[in-house]
């Protein structure tokens, strides 16, 4: 009749305990917070002080210490939503292309004439013969130039097309090409911000990709958006390019091969440089903040071996010309070259402050972005706000906790109060997932567990209503507790996959805190099927063994 | 003594008053859509894009100068409102400023809101800004798409469960309802002028959860008294059946308005328009799984030859019965 089998009651058991155990750390969430941060300390190698010893100790390692991730609108925090141009990174590439082109069509000189580089659209390279009719003979030298793409889209496929046109021979990046620069230049951009956002050292960033060209970035704990742009936004591409005049004004068109940028101090002191730098931040191993002979805040850096060959050959040949520091598209700063660096180390001076400095030297050790950030979406959230709300929906879940464990015992006695006690270790088990999974809660969230507090009592109230019925009909209260379960459960599994599905929807194309309601909502059902499934039964099971009642009233 | 929110044994007509409430029901709908379309939605900045700040300050909030304020930086379109709610302290005076999207910007500017901010600390320099939250005309276009992608394809799998387990009549009852359910979410919407965001699609969806739990069960309980008695006629197998789950409904109901009440009064501002969202729509949802969907089912007729006991719905069913 009524039997659980053994090893059920022990797994069920076993389960809830676990569910429990999991659950606890969230009831300390800061000593278990200031120990989980003294531990990764540990891990990353610090020297264990007092005030880590004392963390560490504030909760006992053998106990599970995973913690439920507050979102954003609990915690306070930054939320950016970037957009990479991808397109900026096609110039540089087809800008590399131009030496190797105008040394291969000088080699044609005699078929072609001569060759000279036109205006065009930042993506591609138009080159101007003199001899058209030896087109044919200038693309296909070109196109010799061209390398087998190495990726799982492009087999078979080469990087560049090349196609000639009366004069003008035209070199563009192929499709496949593209589509590998693209991915390339999204990772790069990815893991770039992910050292600047480590470097500043916040808790639990979340950076990620999202499509083909967008990159979702949370901090919790910043103080704003604007903040973090700041150290995100920033290109930071550095780059040393020969000065071919100064104090030329806006008004200058610059030959295709030249630049013509601003003076990042002087309001309206322009100029002219060679396109093709000499050497750039790529080659850069370190950067430090420091101050210069006069005691001004100042940004040393070194260069790798390459940068530093190239640098020293370069000032060598050079002395006496000017030579300009270019970061972002501004010059910082234009010295003229006293002797030969060699070293292969140097140091930026310019109009920045001590912070400045600091950023500057953050950024120029991270690297630069490969192509510009556009913000799409941003969210700043205090943290004031944020302990508001989580205040606001402890209350409101304890309230309608409480509000329904009185309706419920009121209105099925006993088998209620079986049913809250379940209720209590479905909330529990919630948790317990979360922080197993490291789930992230957040406001709509915290409404999601009230909801299924309210919603898990359903899977109940349908086995205890369908008992009641069968108390009526069926011989004996042992068979109607086991025909209330059995003839209960279809419309418990039905009722509850339907709204599964609906929560997998609202995660596979939810964002933010959507999702977190989605993740909630979902273990909530779950949890609350096993709780009303299994726990109630065991707890009426356990109970009825021991009392053997003749009748029961549900 | 047990609390009992229905008789024990009740047998109440209410396939009686369907045509009434089936009619009650068109009407609310079509007012529904025609406010929406008339009044339009108060759509939040997740899909209009723009910018929206919350201001909080110990002092008075002084709309008439918070715009004063604002007007020489020529933002355009900015709706300042008062917020009051219970939870806040006696000194908390809350306010929520709107911006609308900046031409040619994807995002408002930096400098807009560093302005925006110094502007306003002007009228009154004890004033924060525990959130800032900014989205830009492209992100926004896709949040829209993105919302209503999710709203068809959550309706779209209802159909197909219900049809996989039930019968294609039953499905079509329960889509009926669950857009019934949408709508008149959404005309309450329009009508008190609430802001529509991405929280309130992620309402409605919970809504579409809990309306169609609360059919399910209905049209289970139907599904077995088609069986159990074959000859009666349809509309009083189905009287039968809202009567056997009515006690059942109404506690599950009940429990879940509690908790929801319990946090549209406790749970604070951010959240009241999304809970208020949820709470609506389980009262129209418990209505709807009642009148809507089992009108259309009526209306639609089931097959109910003895030679074929419910083949499709059942057979699956079976299996965990």
């Known amino acids: 009749m009524l039997q659980i089998a053994l090893w059920k009651r022990l797994s069920i058991l076993l389960v809830c305990v676990i569910g429990l155990l999991l659950a606890t750390p969230n009831l300390f969430y800061g000593p278990v917070e200031r120990h989980n941060d003294a531990a990764t300390a540990l891990e990353r190698g610090s020297v264990p002080t007092p005030e880590i010893e004392a963390a560490l100790a504030e909760w006992p390692s053998f106990l599970p210490s995973g913690l439920v991730n507050l979102g954003l609108d609990l915690r306070g925090g930054a939320h950016l939503l970037a957009e990479v141009q991808l397109e900026d990174v096609y110039a540089g590439r087809i800008d590399g292309y131009w030496p190797e082109v105008r040394d291969t069509l000088r080699d044609l000189r005699g078929t072609i004439g001569t060759i000279r580089r036109q205006e065009s659209p930042p993506d591609e390279l138009r080159v101007r013969i003199s001899q058209p009719e030896g087109m044919q003979a200038a693309v296909d030298a070109v196109r010799a130039l061209a390398s087998p793409i190495v990726s799982l889209t492009g087999v078979g496929q080469t990087d560049i097309d090349v196609s000639g046109a009366g004069d003008i021979l035209t070199l563009t990046l192929s499709e496949a090409e593209r589509a590998a620069t693209d991915d390339r230049t999204l990772q790069q951009s990815l893991e770039i911000i992910r050292r600047r956002v480590d470097e500043a050292g916040t808790r639990e960033p979340t950076i990620q ?61 322009f100029y002219l440089l060679e396109r093709s730098p000499v ?84 950024l120029l050790r991270a690297g630069a972005l490969p192509a510009e950030l556009v913000f799409l979406e941003e969210r700043t959230i205090g943290p004031e706000l944020g302990q508001d709300s989580i205040d606001a929906g402890q209350i409101a879940a304890l309230v309608a906790m409480a509000a329904v464990v009185v309706f419920m015992v009121l209105s099925y006695g006993l088998f209620g109060a079986f049913a809250t006690l379940a209720l209590g270790i479905n909330v529990a088990l919630i948790f317990g997932l979360l922080s197993l999974i490291g789930g992230t809660l957040t406001l709509p969230g915290i409404a999601g567990i009230v909801l299924t507090i309210g919603m898990a009592v359903d899977a109940n109230v349908l086995v205890f209503e369908r008992i009641r019925e069968e108390l009526k009909t069926a011989k004996g209260p042992a068979r109607a507790i086991e025909l209330g379960y059995e003839k209960a459960l279809s419309a418990i599994v039905d009722a509850n996959i339907t709204t599964f599905i609906i929560a997998v929807i609202l995660f596979t194309l939810g964002s933010g805190p959507v999702r977190g309601f989605a993740v909630t909502l979902g273990i909530g059902i779950l949890t609350s099927v096993f709780t009303a499934i299994f726990v109630t039964r065991l707890l009426i099971v356990l109970w009825f063994e021991r009392r053997r009642p003749r009748q029961i009233e549900v | 003594m047990r609390l009992r929110l229905v008789p024990q044994d009740t047998n109440w007509d209410f396939m009686r008053w369907r045509h009434y409430t089936f009619g009650a029901s068109v009407v609310a709908m079509v007012a529904s859509l025609a406010i929406w379309l008339l009044v339009g939605l108060n759509f939040g900045i997740d899909f209009l894009g723009g910018t929206t700040i919350r201001t909080e300050s110990s002092q008075a909030v002084d ?61 009154d320099p004890s004033l924060t800004f525990p959130s800032v939250e900014s989205v830009g005309p492209k992100v926004s276009g896709e949040l829209i798409t993105t919302a209503l992608i999710a709203l068809a394809a959550a309706i779209g799998a209802m159909l197909f469960y219900i049809w996989l387990r039930f019968e294609w009549q039953f499905a079509v009852g329960a889509v009926a309802a669950l857009v019934h359910d949408v709508v008149l979410t959404i005309g309450i919407f329009a009508l008190l002028q609430i802001r529509f965001d991405l929280a309130t699609i992620a309402a409605l969806l919970t809504v579409l959860g809990y309306s169609i739990n609360d059919t399910v069960v209905i049209f289970d309980r139907l599904r077995e008294n088609l069986i159990k008695f074959k000859k009666t006629p349809l509309i009083e197998v189905m009287n039968r059946s809202v009567n056997e789950t009515l006690s059942r409904t109404l506690m599950t109901s009940g429990t879940t308005l509690l908790a929801l009440v319990a946090l549209i009064v406790l749970g604070g501002d951010v959240i009241r328009g999304f809970v208020f969202a949820i709470l609506w729509g389980v009262i129209v949802g418990t209505y709807s799984s009642v009148y809507v969907a089992k009108n259309v089912v009526l209306m639609l007729g089931v097959e109910r030859d003895p030679k074929k006991p419910s083949d499709a719905g059942t057979q699956f069913a079976d299996i965990d019965a």
Do not use: C, W
């Not at chain 2, 911006?99 to 110094?118: D, K, L, R």
């Open chain 1, 209 to 269: 990709r999202q499509g083909a060209d967008r990159i979702l970035i949370q901090v919790p704990g910043i103080g704003s958006a604007q903040e973090l742009k700041e150290l995100i936004g920033t290109t930071a591409r550095l780059t040393f390019h020969p000065v071919i005049a100064r104090g030329a004004d806006s008004a200058t068109t610059p030959d295709a091969d030249q630049l013509l940028l601003p003076d990042m101090e002087d309001e309206g002191v």
């Open chain 1, 279 to 362: 050497v750039t931040g790529d080659d850069l191993v370190d950067s430090q903040p420091g101050f210069d002979q006069n005691g001004l805040p100042a940004v040393t850096f070194r260069f790798n071996p390459s940068g530093a060959r190239a640098f020293g050959v370069y000032t060598s040949e050079n002395i006496g010309a000017p030579f300009a520091i270019v970061l972002d598209e501004e010059v910082v700063t234009a010295p003229t070259i006293q002797s030969a660096i060699t070293g292969g180390s140097g140091q930026i001076t310019g109009n920045f402050g001590v912070d400045e400095a600091n950023r500057l030297a953050i």
């Open chain 2, 63 to 123: 709309v008439g100068a918070y715009r004063d304020a604002l007007a020489p930086l020529d933002l355009g379109d900015v709706t300042i409102t008062e917020v009051f709610d219970p939870t806040f302290a006696p000194d908390q005076n809350v306010a929520q400023i709107r911006i609308q999207a900046q031409a040619g910007a994807e995002s408002v500017t930096p400098e807009t809101i560093a302005a925006v901010e110094v502007a306003l600390q002007t009228v």
